[in-house]
Each structure stands twice: as structure tokens, then as C-alpha cells.
């Protein structure tokens, strides 16, 4: 297996294959204020709380069965289980593990590989023996006890996490002007009820997707792997590192219905090169957190049950010190992200924005973001201020399209972060697309 670097960028190229000495050296909502309509169109803004199934209990994954793979073990896969992956990539299914990765992780950097509250920087499992997982249940044990792990899924394939159906009672809102004659449907979350969603009326659906509680001290190396419904669940959790594969298929056709990932009190916490595609709700939801970084990933936000077929909550960033950079905003509605509260610090560069139809970064409640070297590509409110602090350094960010439209908010109003938290280094914005776009997500 061959380097498999899709760009020719040499900047880029070196903080790949330079890394593994460095992370051996390593050890390696109610939203606040007056209602705000999230999603044009009739999807107002919800509680934003993490979606809980209706029953209340922890559920695991169907029937499958099997204790963790500890480092070798045999390594057997179900060909029934490895479906095919997503049509934007060339694998199908495999049988076992590919023990030898082209793919070369790059060091931690951005808020996650600062020192705070007893850690030095982000190290995951680090240097612990790799735990190698087949299948769903195998992955929630690993993920979900005290010891520090590597966790490593199989290259290429798909881990099923989807549930048999449960009954799931929702409100259906119309979607008027977006998506004439269509709907979409709501769970309404506690305190809710669903005339407060614009909706005069409930059906019964179903979802299907698994909880897999998250704890400290985990690496997840995904070999390009792809998860299928699972909701990963870092409430409470620190030192986590997720890299390296695909997150889908979450209750596509509902709307509070789970989390690709959600953070809650959680700290140090790297998100990197990770694919999210057909989410029920945030792709990425992160309250009360430290002290992370978001790095390489794609988020694609086009899903055709709801309405205008674009996903409106992509991310929230409340009372959260966060870095984002180099991802791949790939036509998504809203929230991308939505900064609020307070404790907010975000340093948003080099992510390219595409086709965003409602709103690219948005402060709210106090937050503060400074925004640079960014692309935004025929996308609205590129930086839009809602009573927080947006610093967008002049000639640093790039914008085509309906972006150069004045009355598309690009507002900068203050000085963040004006004293370089951390090193890095800043690409131009007119070569972010070029850089990011097949740079982002899972790589092989």
C-alpha cells in the first residue's frame, strides 16, 4: 500500500509524514437570548439537549455479541456485516486487518495541545497495546471502560451499530417555501411541545440508532472504517482522540434523534480527519468544554428528508474553547458553527465553506471567534455577529459568489486572540479548497 497524499501541497505532505516521532515522543439547548429560527423555513431552534430515547434505557447494539479483541486475536470479520461503503469512496469490504496504514496521523495542535486541568496536551490511549474491535458491541465495550486504549477498527470496512426500529412519537412541521408540499419530523425535547415547533400535529416514526458512552484516556484509529448509527457520547471524558473514519447514518429522516458526537464538561479532545454524513442532529455538539480541537474533517450536509435537503445543526460551540480548522463544510444549512455563551473562544482558519445556504459562523451570547485565512465559497453570512466578538483579520479570509455580497454578513467588531495561542501555521485563503477538499475525512 502506497502513500496516499491527494494533493501536491509539500506543507501539507510534511506535517503528515514527519508525525509518528512526534506522538511516539507524545506517548501516543435552550439556546440563550430570544428565540432564534436555526433552520429556515419552520425548523426553530430546540432545547439542543443530547436526544434521549424514548424508553430511557442504554441501548446496545441489536444481537451482536463478543468481549473486546485484545491486540492479535483472530481477527475474523462477518461478511454479512460489511456492507458497502459510502459511493464517494472506492473500498468495499475487506476480511480482517491491514495491519500495515499508509495513513500517518499528523501531531496534535489548536487548543487540544495546550497543558490545563492536569494534562500537559492530548495523548489519547497513548502508547497502550492496540485493541482491535470487529464489530459494535466490541467497539462499545472498549470505548466504555476505565483502561487507557488504542482502539483500532478495521480498514475499510463498516461497523453496523444500527438497532432493530423502536417507535419514536414526533411532531410534523411543514416545510413551506423550502421544500413545498414535503415535511420534515421533530422530536420535541422536555419543556417543548409541538405547536411550540410550528406544528399542529404527531405521527409515529422510528429510530435505530446506539449510545456508546465515551471515557477518558481513548484513541479510536478508524483505518478509514466507516460507523453506521452510532452516537458517540463524550459527556464527562478527557484525553480523546477520534481519527480517522466515517460517522452515519444517524436517523436521517429525524430531527433530535442523536448526535453524531457530543461533548459535555469534557476536555482535551482532538476530532480529526472524521466523515459525518446523514445525522440526525449535530454533527458535532460541544457545551462547558476545553481545551479542543476540530481538524480535517468533512462534514456533509446534504440529506434529502429534511427540508431544503440541506442539514441545518451542523455544530454548536456553547461555553467552549475550541480550534477549527482545515474541515470541509460541504453544504450544510446552518450552524457551522453556531458560537455560544460566554466561555466561548474559537479560532476558526483555513476551512473551506461551500454552497452554505443559511449561515457559516454565527456568535452569540458573548462568544468570541477570530476568523481567518478561511474560504467561503457561495455561502451566506459568511461571519455573521448576533451579540458576540468576531475578529476577521482584513484581505485574510477569501469569499466568491453570493459571499462578496455586501449585505452578506462579514462582520469583525473586536480583538481576539490577537496573541497567538499556539503555533501554527496559516495557508493562504485562496488555496484552502485545494488544500482541504480531498484532505478532509477519512484517508486511506
Same mark, same amino acid.
Given at each position: ?18 508525525? @509518528?516521532?512526534?506522538? $511516539? ?12 429560527? %436555526?433552520?429556515?423555513? +419552520? ?12 424508553? +430511557? ?11 473486546? *479483541?485484545?491486540?492479535?486475536?483472530? %481477527? ?35 487548543? &487540544? ?10 495523548? +489519547? ?8 474491535? $470487529?464489530?459494535?458491541?466490541? @467497539?462499545?465495550?472498549? @470505548? ?88 458517540? %457520547?463524550?459527556?464527562? $471524558?478527557?484525553? *480523546?482522540?477520534?481519527?480517522?473514519? &466515517? ?10 434523534? +442523536? ?44 440529506? %434529502? ?16 474553547? $475550541? ?15 453556531? @458560537? ?57 479570509? &477569501? ?46
Amino acid at each position: 500500500m502506497s502513500m496516499n497524499f491527494p494533493i501536491s501541497n509539500t506543507k501539507l505532505r510534511s506535517r503528515y509524514v514527519g508525525a @509518528l516521532g512526534l506522538m $511516539a515522543m507524545m506517548g501516543c439547548a435552550a439556546d440563550a437570548g430570544a428565540p432564534e429560527q %436555526d433552520a429556515p423555513g +419552520g425548523d426553530l431552534a430546540g432545547a439542543d439537549t443530547a436526544s434521549a430515547d424514548p424508553s +430511557g434505557t442504554d441501548v446496545s447494539a441489536g444481537s451482536e455479541e463478543g468481549s473486546v *479483541v485484545e491486540q492479535v486475536g483472530s %481477527d475474523a470479520l462477518d461478511p454479512a456485516r460489511l456492507a458497502d461503503l459510502d459511493p464517494s469512496t472506492s473500498a468495499g469490504a475487506v476480511e480482517g486487518f491491514e495491519t500495515a496504514q499508509a495513513y500517518t496521523p499528523g501531531p496534535v495542535n489548536g487548543f &487540544a495541545s495546550l497543558a490545563g486541568k492536569g494534562l500537559s496536551t492530548t495523548t +489519547g490511549g497513548g502508547n497502550a497495546a492496540v485493541t482491535r474491535v $470487529a464489530n459494535c458491541s466490541q @467497539l462499545k465495550s472498549a @470505548l466504555g471502560d476505565s483502561a487507557a486504549r488504542v482502539i483500532e477498527l478495521p480498514a475499510g470496512a463498516t461497523i453496523d451499530c444500527r438497532t432493530s426500529a423502536r417507535s419514536q412519537v414526533a411532531c410534523v412541521i411543514p416545510c413551506d417555501k423550502n421544500d413545498p408540499g414535503k415535511n420534515s419530523y421533530r422530536i420535541a425535547v422536555p419543556g417543548q411541545t409541538c405547536r411550540d415547533l410550528g406544528s399542529n400535529r404527531q405521527t409515529s416514526r422510528t429510530r435505530n440508532e446506539t449510545k456508546l458512552a465515551v471515557k477518558s484516556n481513548k484513541t479510536v484509529r478508524g483505518n478509514a472504517a466507516v460507523v453506521l448509527g452510532a452516537v458517540f %457520547d463524550l459527556s464527562n $471524558a478527557s484525553n *480523546v482522540i477520534l481519527q480517522n473514519f &466515517a460517522i452515519e447514518d444517524i436517523n436521517p429522516g429525524l430531527i433530535e434523534a +442523536g448526535d453524531a458526537i457530543t461533548l459535555s464538561n469534557s476536555h482535551h479532545i482532538w476530532i480529526d480527519h472524521l466523515r459525518f454524513r446523514l445525522i440526525s442532529d449535530g454533527h458535532i455538539d460541544m457545551k462547558s468544554s476545553t481545551n479542543v480541537t476540530l481538524s480535517w474533517n468533512h462534514f456533509n450536509g446534504l440529506n %434529502d428528508a429534511v427540508c431544503g435537503r440541506q442539514h441545518h445543526y451542523t455544530l454548536l460551540v456553547e461555553n467552549t474553547q $475550541a480550534t477549527l480548522h482545515h474541515n470541509f463544510f460541504d453544504r450544510p444549512s446552518g450552524r457551522n458553527p453556531k @458560537l455560544d455563551g460566554a466561555s466561548t473562544v474559537a479560532h476558526l482558519y483555513n476551512n473551506h465553506y461551500r454552497n452554505i445556504s443559511y449561515f457559516s459562523i454565527q456568535t452569540n451570547g458573548g462568544a468570541q471567534a477570530r476568523v481567518e485565512g478561511n474560504y467561503f465559497e457561495d455561502s451566506r453570512k459568511p461571519h455573521w455577529n448576533q451579540g458576540g466578538k468576531i475578529e476577521a483579520p482584513a484581505g485574510s479570509n &477569501a469569499y466568491t459568489g453570493r459571499s462578496t455580497d455586501p449585505k452578506e454578513n462579514k462582520d469583525s467588531n473586536a480583538r481576539v486572540l490577537s496573541t497567538k495561542p499556539y503555533p501554527y501555521t496559516l495557508d493562504k485563503a485562496q488555496n484552502v479548497p485545494s488544500i482541504v477538499d480531498k484532505a478532509a475525512g477519512p484517508q486511506k
